[in-house]
């Protein structure tokens, strides 16, 4: 059973930062590409950044690229997301997920997914 369970959100104010982390058991995870997506209240879950198993390729969003980061430690089984200058806009819970695809952007393409973890940007 794969279980991904991630952690680092929380209340900051805009252009503020936060660390997102998530932890991935139950199956080799330097195989398989990663990738964070979030929610927003009515909203559908939206692609965020994603990330290759050997961390050679990235992508992000056009709304968060050059202010998010996308990072992965194979030793750790761990994948991070570091955000910066945060906007309200920003605010969702934000998901991180598995794919055996080398990367995805596509919500369906994702196989395991983390239980969420709220993200609030005050303004």
């Known amino acids: 059973q794969v279980q991904l369970v991630e952690s680092g959100g929380g209340l900051v104010q805009a252009g503020g930062s936060l660390r997102l982390s998530c932890a991935v058991s139950?199956?080799?995870?330097?195989?398989?590409?990663m990738g964070w997506f979030r929610q927003a209240p009515e909203k559908e879950r939206e692609f965020v950044a994603a990330i290759s198993w050997s961390a050679y390729n990235t992508h992000y969003a056009d709304s968060v690229r050059g202010r998010f980061t996308i990072s992965r430690d194979n030793a750790k089984n761990t994948v991070y997301l570091q955000m910066n200058s945060l906007k309200p806009e920003d605010t969702a819970v934000y998901y991180c997920a598995v794919s055996s695809r080398l990367y995805s952007v596509h919500v369906h393409e994702y196989d395991y997914w983390g239980q969420g973890t709220q993200v609030t940007v005050s303004s």
């Open positions: 139950g199956r080799s995870f330097s195989s398989y590409g």
